[in-house]
């Protein structure tokens, strides 16, 4: 597949608009801001209206950069409304507006950006905005100025976007809940009663959900929520738990808002790793084994394991002295740190689903969590896979020990279980970890820093990404569980064997094209 820069390639899609089938053509790092944009165009409509894709099927399909590809003749159908609420207010849109009059001023333009206000302030803002960039050409600014302001512009441009999105206000907990400084600056919880779509569930879907090959792409943040909520409920985890209704929709809002928007350390990625367990718990018919205790505390861990990533790993954080590295001593910074976020999250009582549990059960739910987001460290891997091997041959049920080295084991196959999905869903899984691995390298040499071979854009391709890995990591990892599980085998570990395959077969390919270009 070529090296770092074959991933520039763009993306072609087909679009049922008012019976007229349009093309968009889009570049892989596009945001999805730039995708809604486009659509408009094609639509001839304001460019804030709310975009809606729909499939063939009648599935909504998610807009964003790793939207599937389709055919002239099967085009996604768009819907449009017309734009309603911002988060704008009439006296700070003037302020903005005072502040764009001068090039200096345009750093500082973004925080002013607030949470509400009518929609009728949006297009005169934009206009004026518009209007402001065409008197700076006029004007004669030197060419870097006017580049810097329109880049400014760019960004206040996408907070407008994304304030229009925001329908919750938010606030810092405070008081007896207050915290270290840094886990305050990313945490944030409702402030009133929160609220997302209730999605009626299919009977195909609920059992769709229960695959291995479930298309995690294809569903907005909201049939997410409504996913994991069914979950908790089929699962038996609500009447387990005692958990309230609306706690259990606020603690899952606080959850989403707590990732941040990285390109693959994402909420995405968190329903991704939790929808794998619950296929695996029924997969493996776990309730038959284990008690829904233990089950909860599965499903807890894997949507808690990533919170608040900042998108650069543990080998950054310790090498560039950050503060969690500092705090955490360079053990497992960041699992340590989304462990924090979560426990402070549940320390909430609006957000705490484990509020009516005693408090023998909820010392137990803590230990079993921390250990195993702790255990998705890719710095334990050999670690716990030895004590896993160690007792397979014998393993009990009833073992504590047995049963956690089993966990523990569980969520790190679940964590990095992409490549056990179908090709088309894996894939794009691989250009968002890529792309998230380049930014870290490429920030890494601006420091100074030590660089991973694996990371590096000018040193990496697709297929020396993933054989490796599919070879020594996961494939040994998921045939260990299948000896355990055997009904594992034919679902993950021969996908997984096919995954290597085609990987070693395109790094013939592109050994075979490099040679012919150096002879």
Known sequence: MGNGS?????????????????????????????????????????????????????????????????????????????????SLTTLQLTELLSGLATVHNLDQ?????????????????????????????????????????KKSIDGIRSQIYEAQKKFIYHSMLSGEHAMIPEIQSSYRRHAVLPHYTKYTLSKETIEYLKQPTFDIWHWEPNEMLSLLEHMYHELGLVKEFNINGVTLKKWLLCIQENYRN???????????????????????????????????????????????????????QINAKTELAIRYNDISPLENHHCAVAFQILSNPETNIF???????????????????????????????????????????????????????????????????????????LDCLLEEYFNQSDKEKEEGLPVAAFMDRDKVTKPTAQIGFIKFVLLPMFEQVALLFPQLHDVMVIPLRNARDHWEKLKEQDDEIRAKQQT
């Open 6 to 86: 074959s991933f520039d390639a763009s993306k072609s899609v087909f679009l049922e608009i008012e019976d007229s089938v349009e093309k968009i053509v889009f570049s892989l790092h596009s945001s999805t801001r730039d995708i809604q944009e486009l659509i408009c165009q094609a639509a001839k409509v304001n460019k804030f209206c709310e975009i809606t894709l729909r499939n063939s099927d009648g599935a909504y399909v998610t807009v964003s950069p790793t939207i599937p590809q389709n055919t002239e003749s099967n085009p996604y159908i768009v819907e449009i409304k017309p734009a309603t609420a911002t």
């Open 109 to 149: 333009l973004s925080s002013q950006l607030v949470s509400h206000s009518s929609a009728a302030t949006v297009p005169t803002l934009i206009d004026r905005i518009t209007i402001l960039e065409k008197r700076m050409e006029k004007e004669g600014l030197k060419s870097v100025e006017i580049e810097k302001c």
């Open 262 to 316: 990285n390109p693959f350390h994402n909420f995405r990625h968190c329903f991704c790793v939790t929808q794998m367990m619950y296929g695996m718990i029924h997969l493996c018919k776990l309730h038959e084994h284990i008690a829904k205790e233990d089950i909860g505390i599965l499903i807890t861990a894997c949507i808690c394991h990533d919170l608040d990533h900042p998108g650069y790993n543990n080998t950054y």
């Open 355 to 429: 509020a009516n549990c005693d408090q023998e059960t909820f010392k137990r739910i803590r230990t079993g969590i921390i250990t195993l987001i702790l255990a998705t460290d890719m710095a334990r891997h050999s670690e716990i896979m030895d004590i896993f091997k160690g007792k397979r041959e014998n393993f009990n049920f009833c073992n504590d020990d047995d049963l956690m080295a089993l966990k523990m084991v569980l969520i790190k196959c679940c964590d990095i279980s992409n490549e056990v999905r179908p090709m088309e869903i894996s894939e794009p899984w």
